[in-house]
């Protein structure tokens, strides 16, 4: 049983290994360790700079003496070795890769800053530093093993390489190792997440229409995330355009105008309270006659598509009791070969499915002139909160933070819906006040609490205990 015993010798390493924690996520942030398909090869099939902190993350798992394996560069794994045999573990998996870093940045974005209690960095949340602190729990149960305790369970955790564009890493696993008995992702929020909306995207391809009075759209960096700026390159006098709210002109030569628009960015999951600068850009540009008339046709299916972040002027608006609604977000515009192209990203709950939403999205692209092309569509994942490894985990985080510890479902799509028996587990706790310059995951001045995440290593080292005490 877990005691008191086990908890204070926790404390101790906690305090012990901290400011090495920090230096390792440093370590990580470091890396700008976005995927890069362009530049892929054998080994590296993300792309040199994920690799680079794939690699990166590695070194640091050996020298925390953990058994580490590459699988060519997709992912890895580190090892503290159990009684069972390999075949029989327990897991963790977060994430090495990021979203670009974008802009809007006051702090140095590929570097941990320490401010007032925060840490701020791309990727200090998602999931570098998460990733980090699984390492180190790891690091815990590998110092007792080497005192004798052996674990009855091996305890992996896995590397993730691809997470922010397709986890692509993670069926490349399974198709050569067993799944864990139980896995949780630290790549989330706190008490416990038990299920994920279905997961479905695709993209809208005007006519060769552009160039009469836009010469270029351009907006958004990722289709997973609302975005904060978007620019168009038009005819005009810029002298003669009006200002507006989140409007900047400026003349771009030869009886050309820049329009810049700014808007609130964040995670496409978890949109409310964000502004999608592509839809601010296509009213100005509509309300300001900055259009022909088939650019005109994709400017009013970018308004529909940014009117809400539900689906509704769209017309694939859904929603159950589990997951609550869907979402749908236009991430990233562009002009390629004379046309536009415009992304959606939707996380839709149980009473749709891809195959509606897809329908639905076909018929608004031929009202506008527009071709329709879907991309992935996954369906919701859910695991019962009443599980034994559930409990263990919530019953910890509620001794941490004498908070209920209640499962919960999001939109978000974290690796736990690739295996049969995981979930999400912190480590951000909304119940935790952040200063107000401190940005969410995919957005500028992403931070986290350092004292949160000083006690969510905690959290993991004791839930970790637990589970080895379960018949998996």
Known sequence: ????????????????????????????????????????????????????????????????????????????FADVPGASGPERYVATIAHTDIVPTGEGWHFPPLAVTRKDGVLIGRGVADDKGPFVLSLYAAHFFARRATAGRELPYTLRCIIGNNEETGMGDVPYYLERYPEPLFCFSPDAEFPLICGEKGLYGGEFTSGAVAGEKIVELSGGTVSNAIPRSATALVRADAATLPAAERIEVEPAGDGLARVTATGIGGHASMPAGTVNAIGVLARYLLANDLAGSGERNFLEL???????????????????????????????????????????????????????????????????????????????????????????????????????????????????????????????????????????????????????????????????????????
């Open 302 to 472: 970018l308004v529909a598509l940014t009117e809400d972040a539900y689906g509704r002027a769209a017309g694939v608006a859904a929603t159950d009791d589990k997951f609550g609604d869907l979402t749908l977000v236009a991430g990233v515009v562009r002009t390629v070969d004379g046309r536009f192209t415009q992304t959606v990203d939707s996380r839709f709950p149980t009473t749709t499915t891809a195959e509606k939403i897809t329908a639905r999205l076909a018929e608004l692209a031929a009202a506008h002139g527009c071709t329709y092309e879907p991309g992935r569509g996954e369906e919701p994942f859910y695991i019962s909160p009443d599980s034994p490894e559930i409990h263990a985990l919530l019953d910890t985080y509620a001794e941490y933070t004498g908070r209920e510890g209640k499962a919960f479902t999001i939109g978000g799509g974290t690796y736990a819906r690739h295996f049969a028996r995981a979930c999400a587990f912190g480590p951000q706790d909304p119940a935790d006040e952040l200063p107000e310059w401190v940005g969410g995951e995919h957005g500028p001045d992403e931070g986290v609490s350092e004292e949160a995440m000083r006690r969510a290593l905690k959290i993991y080292i004791v839930s970790i205990a637990r589970l080895m005490e379960l018949e998996l």
């Open 1 to 76: 049983m877990i005691d008191e015993q086990l908890k204070r010798e926790v404390d101790a390493y906690v305090d012990e290994v901290w400011e090495d924690v920090v230096a390792d996520i440093d370590r990580l942030v470091r890396h700008d360790s976005v995927e890069d398909l362009a530049a892929a090869e054998p080994g590296k099939p993300w792309g040199p700079a994920a690799n680079d902190a794939l690699v990166e993350a590695e070194r640091m798992a050996e020298r925390l003496g953990l058994e580490v394996t590459d699988l060519d560069g997709y992912l890895g």
